[in-house]
């Protein structure tokens, strides 16, 4: 399977399950939403105190798990992480990517100031995969 090809097939969906790697080896599975940029980068919001976010700071290595509703297509992309810095302040870099991200799961929110105000709070920051390979069984074209 080609990675443009997974991409393709997981962007619509913009759900799935991230798979962290545990201390002790385990994997963690979370579900998420995420968006996939046109450079193939995907992104998810993220809290600092989370289990996730402590296995990805620890070990970069990720699987993303996308299946279509009908359960028997899926594809699973391995990536590459980088997490941004804690949103530290309503104006800040990670807060306006957080503000993009949105956007483009959600949509406009009704205050911005408050979105912002929260991201902070919740010490939100932003894991950017970089997609490695892929594999996974895709929909048989007709």
Known sequence: MELNDALAYAQPIKRGVLATAKADGRPQLSNIMFTIAEDGLIRISVTASRAKTANMARDPRVSLHVTAPNFWSYVVIEADVTLTPVAADPS??????????????????????????????????????????????LPQQA
């Open 92 to 137: 800040d870099a990670t807060v306006d990517e957080l503000v993009e991200l949105y956007r483009q799961m959600q949509g406009e929110h009704a205050d911005w100031a408050e979105y912002r105000a929260a991201m902070v709070a919740d010490q939100r920051l932003v894991a950017r995969l970089t997609p490695t390979r892929c594999y996974g069984s």
